[in-house]
Each structure stands twice: as C-alpha cells, then as structure tokens.
C-alpha cells in the first residue's frame, strides 16, 4: 500500500506548511537534533485523538462537556443489564455534589438535574451505554475575560495552553471541578451495583479543613452512616468540630481566600478478593482515581504516613478467626487491602484537597503575551472545595470498586470457586436471592 507524510494542522496552517517548518528545523544547535518520519497509508490522515477523559475497563467511563457549555455528562460502558436505575438514583448524589448548597460554597446556581439518554430502558439497564447529561444554565463567561489574556497562579490555564496551544478560558473549561458531574453520576450507578451485589457501602466525610482537625477517634467507621454526614453543611459527622470548620471557611471567605482540607473516604463490606498483584493492586487504582479529582495534592492508605512511626510488630495486623469461621485480621491498619488485595475489612483512605485556585485576592502573574500583571480573579468558586468533594470521592471510590468486581468475577469465578478459601459473590437484594456461583447454576437459572 502507498502511503505519505501527512500531519495535523495547527490553528488554520496548512498540511503542507506543518510538514514544511516541521523539516526545517535548525540542525546547529549546542546538541544533535532528532527529526522523526511518521509514515500513514495514504487512505488516511494522522489523526490526534484526545485522551484521558475514560476511566475503567470492564466497567468504562468518560466524561464529556465543559464549566460553561451546553452541559456536562458522561457515557458508561460495560453497566451490567437488567439493573434497575431511574435518574432518581442518580440526582442524589449530583444535588450533594451540585453549587449554591450553602454559604461555604460557590453560589453558582445549577440545579444540576440529569437525564438518561440511553442504556435504560422501563427502568432497568440494557446493558448497552448509558449517557447522562445535565444542561448548564448559569453561565457566565464574561466573568473570565480578564483570564484570557492572564494565567490564574496554580490554575490549570498555563498547563493546558502548554499541552494544546488552546483552551476553554471560560470557567477552565475540562479543568474546572464541573467536569466532575459525570464521575458523580457514574458513579451513583456503581454504588448502586456494589449495594446489590455484596452489601457494599461507601461513605465519604470531611475529618479537616484548614488548621481544624477531626480526631480519628470520634468517628465510628462501624456505624457511621450518610444522615450523620449529611447533618451539616460542611459534611463532618460531629457536630462540634463542624462548627469549628464552617467558621474556619467563613473566616476566609469574607475576605476573598480560600482554604483546604481532607476528606475521609470508608468502603464498607468490600468484597474479598479485588484487585490483582503488581501494577493493578486496588490501593493503587485507588490512589489514582482519587488523585484524578481536582485540586487534589494528596493520597493516605490505611495507616499511612503515620505508619512510619511504627515497627513491624507495632504495625502489623495479626490474623484471627471470628465467630463465623471467617479469617479476619484483630487490627486494620493495612486500610482491608494486603498485597494490593482487599482482605474484607474496612477500605480506609484519606484525600488532600488543597485551598481553591481562584480566588478573590490580587495576585501577580504572567499574561499569555508573556508580560507580567497583576490579577484579581472574578467568577464564582468555593472558598473550601472539600464539602463538595465528599460525593466526588465517593464515586471515583465506587467506579475502582466495581470495575474489580467485575475483573474479579471474570477471572476467579467462572469455575467453581474454593469455599474453604473464596467467598461466593452473592446478591444482597432478596428479590433475587440467587448466588454467583458456578457458570452452569447461573446458565441453568436465567
């Protein structure tokens, strides 16, 4: 077959013009210079393809739209069929994570109220892609004129003019945490799968903001539960130390700054047996999907950095059987997961959210004309972004989980599993109340 040299052009250039400057880079400089043929068939371009807006394998998600376009949303492949889902199930979850709550957080109105496209047919999943999309109806993207001629410090506009040349300016675009509606939504659909499945909860909650730390000891992970989460605007479950952080945001927030903080993130009755050793051990993909989130700057398992201070017979979690025969560990300072494994008990992991980027306060900057300026910011943000955090980190928690459980049942669960050693993955819904057991009980029920 023929083929040719062919090359994506840039910003109204011609092919001809790309290929062209492309060759007659200088040669002379200090170091040998490099120059790269890429040969097509000649039926075809070179195409660049955007990445890195899916997330899964089994169970794929990606995120589409921008902070102040149509809308935002997302499609997800690989759902399981015959799951009931209603955008009911959904809209939860998006009203938690949705702007204009309460004085802590931005007051962009958006009712954020989401529609199911596809996928879902009399209420039950098809188990063909479903597409969610929630409409914006509050923009205002005269607020970042001034943002497209000058960079917000720690913001994203830099990066991104450095990666593509060109960006959203209003509201930044993919970089804005509105992206996040599609994760939160895809999300709601997992939970709702683990739920079914294993019994499996996830529960998120914010243990700091600023300088005001809740003491690990005052939250029982055993009973906690989202009414005690949601008591409060700031989405701490005790009462006292919620007050000590909305006075901790508020004191930032009359005078234009901001403030971070950590959210707490528990899996309850995990399956045993998810994630795979090496590259894919589940505290790993954990850490990703958290540290996908925006203004993430930080990722603690289990024990964490405070393991450190401990030895091996101070840390270690020794092994035990419980009144039901059940291997259990006494301690659970492994956060239930051991050699990237999860062991059943309680998944424990902490995420760092640092002070909102944009905020109300002059602060000196380049401009995209590289001269030097002064910014002050306008637009709508929250002055501590982790309230809203807490649905966010529950979904990325939820999609590594059922993702998993899906890999963990393709590849551990076809044949008849080992009952002195593996767990049968059962349905808690007793409107079924049949097992995931050998393939042919499976094939002989449906």
């Given at each position: 077959?023929?083929?040719?040299?062919?090359?994506k052009?840039?910003?109204?250039?011609?092919?001809?013009?790309?290929?062209?400057?492309?060759?007659?880079?200088?040669?002379?400089?200090?170091?040998?210079?490099?120059?790269?043929l890429?040969?097509?068939?000649a039926s075809?371009?070179?195409?660049i393809?955007?990445?890195?807006?899916?997330?899964?394998?089994?169970?794929?998600?990606?995120?589409?739209?921008?902070?102040?376009?149509?809308?935002?949303?997302?499609?997800?492949?690989?759902?399981?069929?015959?799951?009931?889902?209603?955008?009911?199930?959904?809209?939860?979850?998006?009203?938690r994570r949705r702007?204009?709550?309460?004085?802590?957080?931005?007051?962009?109105?958006?009712?954020?109220?989401?529609?199911?496209?596809?996928?879902v047919?009399d209420?039950?999943?098809?188990?063909?892609?479903i597409?969610?999309?929630?409409p914006?109806?509050?923009?205002?993207?005269?607020?970042?004129?001034?943002?497209?001629?000058?960079?917000?410090?720690?913001?994203?506009?830099?990066?991104?003019?450095?990666?593509?040349g060109?960006?959203?300016?209003?509201?930044?675009?993919?970089?804005?945490?509105?992206?996040?509606?599609?994760?939160?939504?895809?999300?709601?659909?997992?939970?709702?799968?683990?739920?079914?499945?294993?019994?499996?909860?996830?529960?998120a909650?914010?243990?700091?903001?600023?300088?005001?730390?809740?003491?690990?000891?005052?939250?029982?992970?055993?009973?906690?539960?989202?009414?005690?989460?949601?008591?409060?605007?700031?989405?701490?479950?005790?009462?006292a130390?919620a007050?000590?952080?909305?006075?901790?945001?508020?004191?930032?927030?009359?005078?234009?700054d901001?403030v971070?903080?950590?959210?707490?993130?528990?899996?309850r009755?995990?399956?045993?047996?998810?994630?795979?050793?090496?590259?894919?051990?589940?505290?790993?993909?954990?850490?990703?999907?958290?540290?996908?989130?925006p203004?993430?700057?930080?990722?603690?398992?289990?024990?964490?950095?405070a393991?450190?201070?401990?030895?091996?017979?101070?840390?270690?979690?020794?092994?035990c059987?419980?009144?039901?025969?059940?291997?259990?560990?006494?301690?659970n300072?492994?956060?239930?997961?051991?050699?990237?494994?999860?062991?059943?008990?309680?998944i424990?992991m902490?995420?760092?959210?640092?002070?909102?980027?944009?905020?109300?306060k002059?602060?000196?900057?380049v401009?995209?004309?590289?001269?030097?300026?002064d910014?002050?910011?306008?637009?709508?943000?929250?002055?501590?972004?982790?309230?809203?955090?807490?649905p966010?980190?529950?979904?990325?928690?939820?999609?590594?989980?059922?993702?998993?459980?899906?890999?963990?049942?393709?590849?551990?669960?076809?044949?008849?599993?080992?009952?002195?050693?593996?767990?049968?993955?059962s349905?808690?819904?007793?409107?079924?109340?049949i097992?995931?057991?050998?393939?042919?009980?499976?094939?002989?029920?449906l």
């Amino acid at each position: 077959m023929a083929s040719s040299v062919s090359a994506k052009p840039f910003l109204g250039s011609s092919a001809a013009d790309s290929v062209s400057a492309f060759r007659s880079l200088p040669s002379d400089l200090s170091r040998p210079s490099l120059q790269f043929l890429i040969r097509t068939p000649a039926s075809r371009k070179l195409q660049i393809k955007a990445a890195g807006s899916s997330f899964g394998t089994h169970f794929r998600v990606t995120t589409f739209g921008e902070s102040h376009g149509g809308g935002v949303g997302c499609v997800v492949d690989g759902c399981p069929p015959r799951l009931p889902l209603l955008e009911a199930d959904l809209q939860l979850d998006l009203d938690r994570r949705r702007p204009g709550q309460s004085r802590i957080t931005t007051p962009r109105k958006e009712t954020d109220t989401c529609r199911i496209y596809s996928g879902v047919s009399d209420g039950v999943t098809t188990g063909t892609p479903i597409m969610v999309l929630v409409p914006n109806t509050d923009q205002r993207g005269h607020d970042y004129s001034e943002m497209s001629k000058a960079y917000r410090p720690s913001h994203a506009d830099a990066t991104y003019d450095m990666k593509y040349g060109v960006r959203s300016v209003q509201g930044g675009g993919r970089s804005s945490a509105r992206e996040t509606i599609g994760r939160v939504a895809a999300g709601a659909i997992a939970k709702k799968i683990l739920k079914e499945i294993s019994g499996t909860e996830v529960l998120a909650y914010v243990s700091q903001v600023h300088n005001v730390e809740l003491p690990q000891e005052l939250v029982d992970h055993e009973t906690l539960t989202l009414d005690q989460i949601e008591s409060n605007i700031v989405r701490c479950p005790d009462p006292a130390y919620a007050e000590k952080m909305i006075a901790a945001i508020d004191a930032v927030r009359v005078r234009g700054d901001s403030v971070g903080g950590i959210v707490t993130c528990i899996v309850r009755n995990a399956p045993r047996g998810l994630g795979s050793p090496v590259f894919d051990k589940l505290e790993g993909l954990l850490a990703k999907a958290a540290l996908s989130l925006p203004a993430t700057k930080g990722f603690e398992f289990g024990s964490g950095f405070a393991g450190t201070y401990l030895t091996g017979s101070q840390h270690n979690d020794e092994f035990c059987v419980d009144e039901n025969g059940r291997i259990r560990t006494r301690t659970n300072r492994s956060g239930g997961i051991q050699g990237g494994i999860s062991n059943g008990e309680i998944i424990n992991m902490r995420v760092a959210f640092k002070p909102t980027s944009t905020i109300g306060k002059k602060q000196h900057t380049v401009t995209r004309e590289k001269q030097e300026t002064d910014l002050i910011a306008r637009g709508r943000h929250d002055p501590c972004v982790v309230p809203r955090a807490v649905p966010m980190v529950e979904a990325m928690a939820a999609l590594v989980l059922v993702d998993q459980l899906m890999a963990h049942y393709a590849q551990c669960c076809l044949f008849p599993i080992n009952p002195e050693l593996q767990d049968p993955l059962s349905l808690s819904s007793a409107r079924r109340g049949i097992e995931f057991a050998p393939s042919e009980e499976i094939a002989n029920q449906l």
